[in-house]
């Protein structure tokens, strides 16, 4: 899975920084977007709960997600606010939020509800 990276020159010319297999190179928003996972951690910054979010992901052994801050986006801040974290499957539509533990996760993953 390629490492995002932003910058604000980068994002204000809506072009994305993408290091994969020691290359770097840009691409629109909409080529990533196909690239990305279906797993998804809308989190904010500063966020101790994030940062716990994280470590039960690692502990429930998830595989590769994509992070979006939803302080980036006013359309995320108003439909995310408080709940983050929160983890949601980009294919079918579900949400898992926060609080969650390994097990909850790994269930959210198998589509088990």
Known sequence: MPILK?????T???LLLIEEDDRVFYA???AIRSRMSDLILYQRDYCHLCDQALAVLAEARAPDFDSLWV????DLVQRYGNRVPVLRNDR????????FDAASVRAFIA???
């Open 6 to 10: 932003r910058s604000k020159t980068l």
């Open 12 to 14: 204000a010319m809506a």
């Open 111 to 113: 589509g088990v509800d």
């Open 92 to 99: 079918d539509g579900r949400e898992l939020d926060w609080p």
């Open 28 to 30: 629109s928003p909409s």
């Open 71 to 74: 302080d980036d986006s006013v």
